[in-house]
């Protein structure tokens, strides 16, 4: 049977561990406010660029443009957006679970993969595993901003110009809702989204256009725009899911943590009973005993 | 970017000033002056459809007797009979602006240029001067108004 002392420090021990999750779980929704804003006004830039984008591609021809054509090569990317943080429940093992799968798959399929890495957790990741990791961005979570998207949409457009590899995918996690984060694997490039998006919308009954300058050069500095711009809103998204991952994972910790507290207490008060129950009959049986 | 002509008001346009970050500006105005890559461009109501891209410059728009002004660095811009949409990497309005940071940096840009380096090292500086001496042009702009 273990002693009051000890069980009376285990009880304040988990006390402090039920302190520290629930204010890890108010930073964290603080923080998932915040990360929600900035998807919202993160919306009007990204919608515009892609209708204005999505516009030219129908007029531009479509085979114009690199970044539009699909290539024959084996090669393949995928980009994986984790956190730089733990604590947040299984976010991080769901996505390196599925990219795991969908390296093996695409490894299996005869394609020559390769990793990039955005989030210190995939980095560490990676760098215990056989895949050769082309790129890696540790650390960007704490002060994201537009231009770490451009850094990396940069980074990413030149490998795919260069022929580092034929098409790229990212894997990342979405936010849906506070509770809901959904593991999601997107092709990036080439770019194909435009397309479908564009069918579905009849197309803008507009004469003539002026360009300045043409077609072909202003898609030229759109589309790595666009790319940007999508990895940005990636990135938004993973941040806030992160939050929404840590804040849910927090507020069960600190539930557990509670239920633990009450069963120690009870356990500590029916010892403590215990004990003087016994010492009670001990006084007792001396009293009798010397009569 | 469905075509809101039928709710702008005649004789006037809608511009949106649209960054990554947010939606800096959403008004009728009466007209409109943007730094294009090929040369400023005016816009009136009625302007055909026009699609450019930008370069590091001032942005200068109207609503009745008030003059406006902003920087914006690179961007492009989506011109339709009644509303303009202005997509910047960075944009700024005058009153944003803080002169006596304008000022530092402008300084800083310069003595960086001085020093030269490597071909990358002086095409940067001259890139962040331009964009200082922008930005404080803007902001001197809005004093001279204030004192006139």
Known sequence: ?291 | MADTGTTVPSGKLLLEVVTPDKLLVSEYVDQISAPGTEGDFGVLPGHCHFLTTLRIGELHYRIGEAEHYMSVLWGFADVTPHKVTILAEIAEKAEDIDVERAQASVAQAEERLERGGLPSEVEEARVSLEKARLRQKVAERLQKQGHA
């Open chain 1, 1 to 291: 049977m273990p002693s009051l002392q000890s069980l009376r420090r285990k009880i304040a021990s988990v006390k402090n561990t039920q302190k520290i999750t629930k204010a890890m779980k108010m930073v964290a929704a603080a923080k998932l406010k915040r990360a929600q804003d900035r998807i919202l006004s993160s919306r009007p830039y990204a919608h515009q660029l892609r209708d204005v984008v999505r516009h030219l591609a129908e007029r531009a021809s479509r085979l114009a443009h690199p970044l539009l054509r699909k290539r024959e090569g084996q090669k393949t990317e995928l980009l994986v957006i984790t956190s730089d943080r733990g604590l947040c429940g299984a976010f991080n093992a769901n996505i390196l679970r599925q990219a795991a799968e969908f390296l093996k798959e695409h490894a299996e399929q005869g394609e020559q993969v390769s990793v990039s890495v955005a989030g210190r957790k995939g980095c560490d990741f990676f760098r215990r595993r056989t895949w050769t990791i082309r790129q890696e961005w540790p650390g960007i979570f704490d002060r994201l901003s537009f231009e770490h998207a451009l850094d990396m949409g940069q980074d990413i457009i030149q490998q795919y110009n260069d022929g580092t590899f034929d098409q790229l995918y990212v894997v990342y996690n979405e936010f849906k809702s506070v509770m809901q984060q959904r593991v999601v694997v997107e092709k990036l490039l080439p770019i194909e989204s435009l397309e479908e998006e564009a069918s579905q919308e009849p197309a803008r009954a507009v004469g003539a256009y002026l360009f300045e300058p043409d077609e072909h050069e202003l898609l030229q500095t759109l589309l790595p725009k666009h790319f940007q711009v999508q990895a940005f809103r990636v990135l938004l998204e993973s941040a806030a899911a992160e939050q929404a991952a840590r804040m849910t994972a927090m507020d069960g910790a600190t539930r557990n943590a509670g239920e633990l507290i009450q069963k120690v207490t009870l356990f500590y008060n029916k010892t403590r009973q215990a004990a003087i129950t016994k010492e009670l009959m001990d006084i007792v049986g001396g009293a009798e005993a010397l009569k």
